[in-house]
C-alpha cells in the first residue's frame, strides 16, 4: 500500500521532466529519424517511403562531404586550441598578481558578447585593405587579403574567431579547477623537490583532469553546434569553404526546404554526437580520477 | 647544531607572526614548538621549511645558511596537518614522489620503499588511494613520504591533530621511537602540551610571536619563566592567585597567614593543584565544584575571593559546599611579578613559626 503511494508521487513528481523531456527532445528525435526515410512532402504530392534513399544520398553528396571535413577540420584546430589556451590563461590569472580581476574579466569579455555582434566585430577586423588584421599583414608584406572571401582562408577565418571566442569561457571551469586544489598539495610537492613543470604535470594536470574531460565534452559538442559565426559572416561560402554540418543542415532545412533530407543529415550528426558521448562515458570516465 | 634560528622575524603587512626568535636544536633532538592558536609556531616551521620567506634572520640546517634557499634544497621533509597527500596516486607512488621527481632509479625507489613501509607496517596499504584510507593510514603515509627521503631534519606540522586520541596516543610513542632509532632531528608543532611534554627534549614555548620559555619538559613544568608558561603547561595548569599585602610580609587576600616575607611591589603566588593536600592546620577554603577521574579528584575551591584547583588522589570523598583547609610545602610555592607576569627567584618563602 505504502509502497504503491510511493511511487505515484515519485511518478506524479517525474512527470512535468518527462513530458517536457519527451515533447521537446525524443519525440523530434523520433519524427527525425522516422522523416529522414520519407520523401519531402510537397503541395500536390505527399511523402512517400523512399527507404535509405537519403543516406545514399548523402554519400554521393558532396557539399555533405566538404561540410563534414570542414567540420572535423574546425574541431580538431579550435577544441586543442581553445583548451589549451583556456589553461595557460587560467594558471596566468591563478597566479599572484595585481590586477588579477582586470584580467580574468577581459579573458571572459569575448565569451558574454553575443555571437552576432562578435561576427560584427571580426567583419571589421578581417576587413579586406582598411580591417586591422590586413594592416597587421601588410606590415609585414601580406596584405590586401579578403580573408573571409578566399575558400582557402575563410575556414581559417572562423576558426581565430571561434577559438578567441571559447577559450574565456573554458577558463572560467579551469580557474574554479585550480582554485578546488588545496595550495599544501603544492607546498608537499615544492618541498620533495619538484619543479614548476613537474608540478603541473603530476600534481596539478591529474587533478584538474575531469575538468578537463568536462570542457573536452564540451568544445565538441560546440564544434558541432555552433553556426551563428557561419550565418552572420560567409553564409557557408565562398564555395562551401565555410559550410559546417549544422549549417548545411540548416540550409538544407530552411533555405532549399528539403525537410526530409536535412532530417537525414540530423540523423548523422546525432549519430555522431551520440558516439562522442558513449566514448566519454564508456571510455574517458574510467582513465579519470574523480575526487 | 642541525637547526639554528636566530633572530628570525616574519611580517604580515603590518602584523607581526614571528618576533625575533632565535633557538637551536642539536642533532637527533626532538624539539617541539608549543603555544596556543595564533602564537606563531607554524609560521616559524614554514619559515624554517621555506614554503614562506623570512623578512629578517637567518636559519642555518647542518651548518649551512639556508635563509634564502628554495625549500627542495633545504635538505629536510615535512609532515602536513592536513597530510597533504596526492589524491590521485597511491600511497606508494605518493611516498615514492620525492625519490620520483627526484630521478632515482626504479630499483631504489623500489629497495626505499620496501624499507620504508616495513617500518611503519605499510605493506597492506600500498596500493590504496588516500580516499581509500583511515586518517590514522593516511598519518603514516604522510610520514613515510617524509622519512623515505632520508633528510637528517623533519618537520612536523600538528601531525596528530586530525586523529581520535586513543590513536593519538599511539602515534606518538611511535614517532617519538622513529626518531630515536634513525636519529633524525624533530621539529615538531603542537598546540597540545601533552604532546609535547611527553614526547619532547626540548620544548620551545611560544606566545604572540615570541619564545616565552625553551627548555627541558622538567624545567617548563617545575620552573614555568612566566605566568604564561605557568598557566599552559599542566592539567589542570598551576594555580595563579593574587597576593596582597598583611602585616610582615604578603599573603592570601582575606587571610593572616603569611606567606612571602616581601613587602615591595605586587606579586602573585603559584601553585600545582597536585601540590595542595588537605591539612587540619592549614588555610580554609570552600568546595565549589568537585570532579571525580577515578584515579583522582579535581576540587575547586574558594580561598577569600579567589578560586583555585587541587588534585587529590582517589576519591577526595568532599562534598561541594564543604568547608576544608588546604596545606602545601613551602617549597612548592612560586612567585610572579604582576606588572610583568615574570618569574621572581628572589622572593624569601615566609616559614610558619
Redesign the interface.
Known sequence: MNKSRNFLYGSLLLLPAAVLLWTFTYQPVLATIYNSFFTTPKGRRPSVFIGADHYTRMIEDPVFWQALTNNILYAAVTIPASMGLALAMALFVNSRMSGQGLVRMAYFTPTVLPMVAVANIWLFFYAPSYGPVDQLLGLIGLGHNNLLGTPSTALWSLIVITIWKEAGFFMIFYLAALQQI?P??I?????????PW?IFR??TA??I?PTTLFVLVNALIGAFRLVDHVIALTKGGPDNSTTLLLFYIYETGFQYWDTSYAAALTVFLLAVLALIALFQFGYLDRKV?Y? | MDISVSHLVKDWGTSRAVDDISFAAEKGQFIALLGPSGCGKSTTLRLI???DDATSGTIAIGDRDVTRL???KRG???V?Q?Y?L???LTAAENIL??LS??GFSKGEQQAKLKLTADMLGLEHLLDRRP?QMSGGQQQRVALG?ALI?ETSVCLLDEPLSNLDAKLRAGMRTEIRSLQKRLGITMLYVTHDQTEAMSMADQVILMNGGRIEQAGSPTDLYEKPASVFAARFIGTPPMNVLDLAKVEGGMGLPGSMRLLAAQTSGELQLGIRPEHIHLSDDGEPAVVQASEYFGADTILTCCIGPQSLQVRLPGRAGVSEGAAIRLGWSPTALQFFDRSTGLRRDDVTVFKNP
Open positions: 588545496s599544501t598539495l607546498e608537499a610537492a615544492r618541498l620533495e623537490g619538484a619543479s613537474q603530476r600534481v591529474p587533478l583532469m580520477h575526487r | 621549511a621555506g614554503l628554495m625549500p627542495a629536510l621533509s615535512m602536513f592536513s597533504a596526492f589524491p590521485h614522489f620525492g621527481v627526484r580516499s613520504r627521503a
